[in-house]
Protein backbone atom coordinates (compact mmCIF):
# COMPACT_ATOMS: atom_id res chain seq x y z
CA UNK A 1 0.00 0.00 0.00
CA UNK A 2 1.01 3.88 -0.63
CA UNK A 3 2.45 5.04 2.36
CA UNK A 4 1.80 8.74 3.81
CA UNK A 5 4.55 10.84 5.15
CA UNK A 6 4.65 13.28 7.94
CA UNK A 7 5.53 16.42 6.63
CA UNK A 8 6.88 19.21 9.55
CA UNK A 9 5.81 22.96 8.26
CA UNK A 10 8.98 24.34 7.24
CA UNK A 11 10.35 28.02 7.07
CA UNK A 12 13.71 28.74 5.20
CA UNK A 13 15.34 31.70 5.27
CA UNK A 14 18.57 33.28 4.18
CA UNK A 15 21.85 33.42 6.93
CA UNK A 16 21.64 36.86 8.09
CA UNK A 17 17.85 37.50 8.01
CA UNK A 18 15.34 37.69 10.84
CA UNK A 19 13.05 34.69 10.77
CA UNK A 20 9.45 34.74 12.28
CA UNK A 21 7.89 30.98 13.96
CA UNK A 22 4.43 31.15 14.46
CA UNK A 23 2.46 28.84 16.99
CA UNK A 24 -1.55 29.09 17.93
CA UNK A 25 -2.36 27.16 21.02
CA UNK A 26 -5.15 25.77 22.16
CA UNK A 27 -6.49 26.82 26.43
CA UNK A 28 -7.38 30.47 26.37
CA UNK A 29 -6.40 29.26 30.84
CA UNK A 30 -3.05 28.73 30.19
CA UNK A 31 -0.46 30.79 31.81
CA UNK A 32 3.14 30.28 30.59
CA UNK A 33 4.50 29.28 27.62
CA UNK A 34 8.22 28.58 26.29
CA UNK A 35 9.91 28.13 23.33
CA UNK A 36 11.92 25.07 22.70
CA UNK A 37 14.62 24.01 19.80
CA UNK A 38 15.12 20.64 18.68
CA UNK A 39 17.98 19.23 16.83
CA UNK A 40 18.29 15.75 15.47
CA UNK A 41 18.66 13.48 17.80
CA UNK A 42 18.28 15.42 20.71
CA UNK A 43 16.22 16.38 23.21
CA UNK A 44 14.22 19.63 23.35
CA UNK A 45 16.19 23.00 24.51
CA UNK A 46 15.00 25.95 26.35
CA UNK A 47 15.31 29.39 24.50
CA UNK A 48 12.69 31.89 26.17
CA UNK A 49 9.69 31.60 28.22
CA UNK A 50 6.83 33.98 28.96
CA UNK A 51 3.61 34.55 31.21
CA UNK A 52 0.40 35.09 30.47
CA UNK A 53 0.62 38.13 32.34
CA UNK A 54 2.78 39.84 29.48
CA UNK A 55 2.96 39.95 25.50
CA UNK A 56 6.45 40.32 25.03
CA UNK A 57 9.56 39.74 25.72
CA UNK A 58 13.41 40.01 24.75
CA UNK A 59 16.46 37.36 25.06
CA UNK A 60 19.69 37.12 23.20
CA UNK A 61 18.74 37.51 19.66
CA UNK A 62 15.35 36.25 20.28
CA UNK A 63 12.08 37.79 20.91
CA UNK A 64 8.49 36.29 22.05
CA UNK A 65 5.23 37.91 21.66
CA UNK A 66 1.90 36.53 23.01
CA UNK A 67 -1.42 37.54 21.74
CA UNK A 68 -3.56 36.22 23.85
CA UNK A 69 -7.19 37.61 22.40
CA UNK A 70 -6.46 35.03 19.20
CA UNK A 71 -4.29 32.88 21.22
CA UNK A 72 -1.08 33.04 19.10
CA UNK A 73 2.40 33.02 19.93
CA UNK A 74 5.25 34.09 17.78
CA UNK A 75 9.41 33.84 18.08
CA UNK A 76 11.46 35.83 16.45
CA UNK A 77 15.00 35.48 15.71
CA UNK A 78 17.25 37.97 14.69
CA UNK A 79 20.16 37.88 12.22
CA UNK A 80 19.27 34.08 11.84
CA UNK A 81 22.85 31.68 11.88
CA UNK A 82 22.94 28.47 10.55
CA UNK A 83 23.26 27.28 13.57
CA UNK A 84 19.75 27.98 14.56
CA UNK A 85 18.63 25.25 11.77
CA UNK A 86 16.40 22.88 14.16
CA UNK A 87 12.91 22.30 14.54
CA UNK A 88 11.27 24.64 17.12
CA UNK A 89 8.31 23.43 19.81
CA UNK A 90 5.88 26.04 21.57
CA UNK A 91 4.28 25.00 24.83
CA UNK A 92 1.13 26.04 26.38
CA UNK A 93 1.41 25.09 30.58
CA UNK A 94 -1.91 23.91 31.68
CA UNK A 95 -2.25 24.19 35.28
CA UNK A 96 -4.60 22.45 37.36
CA UNK A 97 -5.43 24.47 40.17
CA UNK A 98 -2.49 24.29 41.85
CA UNK A 99 -1.92 20.51 41.39
CA UNK A 100 1.19 19.34 39.08
CA UNK A 101 0.81 21.61 35.71
CA UNK A 102 1.90 19.93 32.46
CA UNK A 103 2.99 20.98 29.33
CA UNK A 104 1.07 20.52 25.66
CA UNK A 105 3.24 20.87 22.89
CA UNK A 106 2.61 22.32 19.36
CA UNK A 107 3.49 19.99 16.34
CA UNK A 108 6.59 22.19 15.70
CA UNK A 109 8.30 23.78 12.51
CA UNK A 110 11.77 22.83 10.75
CA UNK A 111 13.90 26.28 10.17
CA UNK A 112 16.17 25.86 7.29
CA UNK A 113 19.04 28.23 7.15
CA UNK A 114 20.13 28.64 3.89
CA UNK A 115 24.03 29.74 3.67
CA UNK B 1 22.38 24.53 35.72
CA UNK B 2 19.89 22.66 35.37
CA UNK B 3 21.36 19.66 33.41
CA UNK B 4 19.31 16.51 32.79
CA UNK B 5 20.61 13.24 31.65
CA UNK B 6 18.78 10.22 30.31
CA UNK B 7 20.68 6.92 29.97
CA UNK B 8 21.10 4.75 27.65
CA UNK B 9 20.75 7.03 24.48
CA UNK B 10 20.33 4.45 22.29
CA UNK B 11 19.17 0.77 23.06
CA UNK B 12 18.40 -2.32 20.26
CA UNK B 13 16.63 -5.04 21.76
CA UNK B 14 14.39 -8.48 20.81
CA UNK B 15 10.78 -8.25 21.20
CA UNK B 16 9.80 -9.69 24.29
CA UNK B 17 12.44 -7.96 26.36
CA UNK B 18 12.02 -5.63 29.48
CA UNK B 19 13.40 -2.21 28.82
CA UNK B 20 14.87 0.42 31.63
CA UNK B 21 15.32 3.91 30.88
CA UNK B 22 16.93 6.40 33.47
CA UNK B 23 16.42 9.79 34.14
CA UNK B 24 18.46 12.04 36.57
CA UNK B 25 18.85 15.74 37.40
CA UNK B 26 22.85 16.64 37.71
CA UNK B 27 22.79 19.52 39.51
CA UNK B 28 18.81 20.01 41.18
CA UNK B 29 16.11 18.40 43.30
CA UNK B 30 13.25 17.34 41.13
CA UNK B 31 10.06 16.56 42.91
CA UNK B 32 8.63 16.17 39.05
CA UNK B 33 9.64 14.67 36.05
CA UNK B 34 8.05 14.03 32.80
CA UNK B 35 8.22 11.63 30.16
CA UNK B 36 7.12 11.90 26.68
CA UNK B 37 7.05 9.86 23.37
CA UNK B 38 8.52 11.04 19.82
CA UNK B 39 7.83 9.81 16.86
CA UNK B 40 10.04 11.06 13.64
CA UNK B 41 8.79 14.37 12.51
CA UNK B 42 6.18 14.51 15.49
CA UNK B 43 5.78 16.03 18.18
CA UNK B 44 6.76 15.15 21.94
CA UNK B 45 3.31 13.33 23.48
CA UNK B 46 3.29 13.47 27.16
CA UNK B 47 3.07 9.50 28.52
CA UNK B 48 3.43 10.26 32.59
CA UNK B 49 4.19 12.50 35.12
CA UNK B 50 6.39 10.89 37.55
CA UNK B 51 5.81 12.43 41.22
CA UNK B 52 8.83 11.36 44.01
CA UNK B 53 7.44 8.94 46.24
CA UNK B 54 4.17 8.92 44.96
CA UNK B 55 2.51 6.88 42.00
CA UNK B 56 2.86 8.38 38.62
CA UNK B 57 0.45 9.95 36.89
CA UNK B 58 -0.36 8.49 32.89
CA UNK B 59 -1.88 10.33 30.24
CA UNK B 60 -5.29 8.87 28.63
CA UNK B 61 -4.06 6.20 26.32
CA UNK B 62 -0.77 4.96 28.24
CA UNK B 63 -0.57 1.24 29.77
CA UNK B 64 0.37 1.77 33.27
CA UNK B 65 1.15 -2.03 33.41
CA UNK B 66 3.06 -1.25 29.78
CA UNK B 67 5.47 1.81 30.56
CA UNK B 68 6.24 1.37 34.45
CA UNK B 69 7.69 4.35 35.97
CA UNK B 70 9.53 4.64 39.35
CA UNK B 71 10.26 7.96 41.15
CA UNK B 72 12.10 7.02 44.07
CA UNK B 73 14.40 9.38 44.65
CA UNK B 74 14.81 13.60 43.92
CA UNK B 75 17.19 13.13 41.20
CA UNK B 76 16.12 9.93 39.64
CA UNK B 77 13.02 8.38 37.40
CA UNK B 78 13.23 5.30 35.23
CA UNK B 79 10.34 4.67 32.77
CA UNK B 80 10.55 0.60 32.04
CA UNK B 81 8.96 -0.59 28.64
CA UNK B 82 7.84 -4.20 29.56
CA UNK B 83 7.56 -6.99 27.15
CA UNK B 84 8.78 -4.53 24.38
CA UNK B 85 7.00 -4.84 20.78
CA UNK B 86 8.07 -3.50 17.73
CA UNK B 87 5.59 -0.43 17.94
CA UNK B 88 7.24 0.31 20.98
CA UNK B 89 9.92 1.38 18.98
CA UNK B 90 10.04 5.01 19.44
CA UNK B 91 12.36 8.49 20.81
CA UNK B 92 11.71 8.65 24.59
CA UNK B 93 12.31 11.59 26.03
CA UNK B 94 12.49 12.73 30.21
CA UNK B 95 12.37 15.91 31.34
CA UNK B 96 12.11 17.83 34.86
CA UNK B 97 11.51 20.80 36.61
CA UNK B 98 13.16 23.52 39.07
CA UNK B 99 10.65 24.31 41.60
CA UNK B 100 7.14 24.11 40.95
CA UNK B 101 4.79 25.79 38.64
CA UNK B 102 5.64 28.33 35.61
CA UNK B 103 9.14 27.36 35.80
CA UNK B 104 10.60 25.70 32.33
CA UNK B 105 11.00 22.00 32.08
CA UNK B 106 14.66 20.56 31.24
CA UNK B 107 15.04 17.71 29.04
CA UNK B 108 17.65 14.83 29.12
CA UNK B 109 18.92 13.92 25.48
CA UNK B 110 16.57 11.21 24.96
CA UNK B 111 16.72 7.71 24.29
CA UNK B 112 16.65 5.81 20.86
CA UNK B 113 14.53 2.44 21.38
CA UNK B 114 14.26 -0.24 18.75
CA UNK B 115 12.76 -3.44 18.85
CA UNK B 116 13.57 -5.92 16.90
Known amino acids: GESVGLHLPTLSVQEGDNSIINCAYS??????FIWYKQESGKGPQFIID?????DKRQGQRVTVLLNKTVKHLSLQIAATQPGDSAVYFC??????????????FGTGTLLAVQP | GAVVSQHPSWVICKSGTSVKIECRSL??????MFWYRQFPKQSLMLMAT?????????EQGVEKDKFLINHASLTLSTLTVTSAHPEDSSFYIC????????????FGDGTRLSIL
Open chain 2, 95 to 106: SAKVGSSNQPQH
Open chain 1, 27 to 32: NSASDY
Open chain 1, 50 to 54: IRSNM
Open chain 1, 91 to 104: AENMGYGGATNKLI
Open chain 2, 27 to 32: DFQATT
Open chain 2, 50 to 58: SNEGSKATY
